[in-house]
């Protein structure tokens, strides 16, 4: 076994077993990577995640419980070891998410540590996509985030075409949430600055503006631009100022968000009616850019739950509003193909002659 870190080892199987080199060490908690069970004697602090070294086994879900474990045993003052069967692929890969967390590192700079700590080290194809995945969302494995979304999209389509029961197993914890908002007033503007306190525009705040699309029947909002599936014909979001990335705490494992929950919707404003906000306006590019598109190919949504999780392969897609229910297009997880001649899968197709595109701020 090889240290990564102070206090943090790299190893196989029977590194775990050799009680004596572990003590020695300094090492008094152990991670497995393993399916079966490993017999780690009882003085040592073990946890165990039941994993396969397979590229289609998903080691994204173990890493905040994983890094929640190492760094609370470190931060304890307790040498931990993590191991799998070589010390490879799935042991590497959750020491290397560790080191993406803590230090705010991309895959390779992670890889790149334990590598040179570790020269044998060699994650398999998928553990590396997840590697990234856990990266561009932020060190997060939450539905907050696109690409994890996307990548247990993908994961359902994978299995949906590897299965034979003719049916695929709803995920509402990874669909994309959008809450529903109000019926937006028949006119609505914003109220002129007033002459106290300001004597410039610039005290204004400028309001981000999106594009959304609703229910032309019941104006029930549905999508954002972020929930589409880019297949070529999508416009480019609103341009907005680079955030600081942020990270490097463990979060314990009683705060991990478990579904999104996030305050999107606000009513409808129109600006470009009142001179003294004119100059606030924004161009916001249309979603779809072809007039060729049959609709708006969007990622599976949570208000979609009531008929996805019936298991069928493809059916209607219904305005979720109890009142109103209009068919707002089809869905089929093995793919939809598009007016523009794209095949995009998995297809959830919501016909541009049933909604209408807006924007709000």
Same mark, same amino acid.
């Given at each position: ?22 003590? %020695? ?9 393993? #399916? ?31 890094? @929640? ?20 692929? #799935? ?45 561009? @969302? ?19 389509? !994978? ?36 002459? %106290? ?14 594009? #959304? ?6 104006? #029930?909002?549905?999508?954002?631009? %972020? ?31 478990? %579904? ?12 470009? !009616? ?88």
């Amino acid at each position: 076994m090889d240290e990564i870190l102070p206090g943090l080892w790299l190893g196989d199987f029977p590194s775990a077993l050799d009680t004596e080199t572990l003590k %020695e060490k300094g090492i008094r908690s152990v991670l497995s990577a393993m #399916r079966g069970r490993v017999t780690v004697h009882e003085t040592f602090i073990r946890h165990q995640i039941s994993l396969d070294d397979d590229p289609d086994a998903d080691i994204l879900v173990h890493f905040p419980p994983s890094i @929640a474990f190492i760094g609370s045993e470190l931060a304890k003052g307790r040498g931990v070891l993590v191991h799998c069967q070589a010390g490879i692929s #799935r042991s590497a890969t959750i020491v290397a998410a560790y080191l993406m967390k803590t230090r705010n590192l991309n895959p390779q700079a992670a890889l790149k540590m334990v590598r040179d700590a570790r020269p044998i080290i060699s994650p398999n194809p998928g553990f590396l996509e997840q590697l990234e995945v856990f990266y561009e @969302a932020f060190y997060t494995v939450s539905p907050e985030a696109p690409g994890v979304r996307r990548f247990y999209m993908e994961r359902t389509v !994978g299995q949906l075409r590897g299965s034979q029961s003719g049916g695929v197993a709803s995920m509402p914890e990874m669909y994309a949430n959008l809450d529903p908002s109000p019926t937006p007033p028949a006119s609505g503007v914003l109220s002129p600055p007033s002459a %106290e306190g300001s004597d410039t525009m610039n005290d204004i705040p400028r309001p981000r503006r999106r594009r #959304r699309i609703r229910c032309k029947m019941c104006r #029930r909002e549905l999508a954002t631009r %972020e929930h589409m599936l880019d297949h070529g014909q999508i416009g480019p979001s609103t341009p907005r100022p680079a955030s600081p990335v942020t990270g490097g705490e463990i979060e314990p494992l009683s705060s991990l968000p478990k %579904e999104l929950q996030p305050t999107l919707i606000a009513p409808e404003r129109s600006i470009h !009616g009142n001179p003294a906000t004119q100059s606030l306006a924004v161009a916001v590019p249309p979603i779809l850019t072809n007039p060729r598109c049959s609709g708006y190919f969007v990622e599976p949504l949570k208000w979609m739950d009531p008929f996805l999780s019936l298991g069928g392969l493809s059916g209607k897609i219904v305005c979720p509003n109890q009142r109103c229910k209009a068919k707002l297009g089809n869905y089929d997880w093995a793919g939809v193909g598009c007016g523009c001649g794209q095949w995009v899968t998995p297809g959830f197709c919501i016909n541009r002659s049933k909604v209408d595109e807006v924007t709000v701020s």
